[in-house]
């Protein structure tokens, strides 16, 4: 079974740039459609804010986002990033990662607490 832990969250201020990765414990699923980044601010409903597709390697982004963040797929123990640059207060939450495949396979991490701040 896949389990997903988020890391790299931290206080920072606005301007500044951050990396958050996504970590896996388990044996990777063979057929997966996409991976993606999502964060929730206090008060707020869960929002995209970037997907890879795993085969293609094709990127969405949500339109807050686009041109700031970079998200990323590498190896099988690490396999998705997100680079975040020029943060903003509004960017501040928790950031969760996604697994999405075939079926009922959809795994989700604890996520990881972004705060941008002066």
């Known amino acids: 079974q896949v389990q997903l832990v988020e890391s790299g969250g931290a206080l920072v201020r606005p301007g500044n740039s951050l990396t958050l990765s996504c970590a896996v414990s388990?044996?990777?699923?063979?057929?997966?459609?996409?991976m993606g980044w999502y964060r929730q601010a206090p008060g707020k409903e869960r929002e995209m804010v970037a997907t890879?597709?795993?085969?293609?390697?094709?990127?969405n982004y949500a339109t807050s986002v686009k041109d700031r963040f970079t998200i990323s797929r590498d190896n099988a123990k690490t396999p998705m990033y997100l680079q975040m640059n020029r943060l903003r207060p509004e960017d501040t939450g928790v950031y969760f990662c996604?697994?999405?495949?075939?079926?009922?396979?959809?795994?989700w991490g604890q996520g990881t607490q972004v705060t941008v701040s002066s």
């Open positions: 388990g044996m990777l699923p063979a057929d997966i459609y996409f």
């Open positions: 890879i597709s795993w085969i293609y390697g094709r990127t």
């Open positions: 996604r697994l999405n495949g075939p079926g009922q396979l959809d795994y």
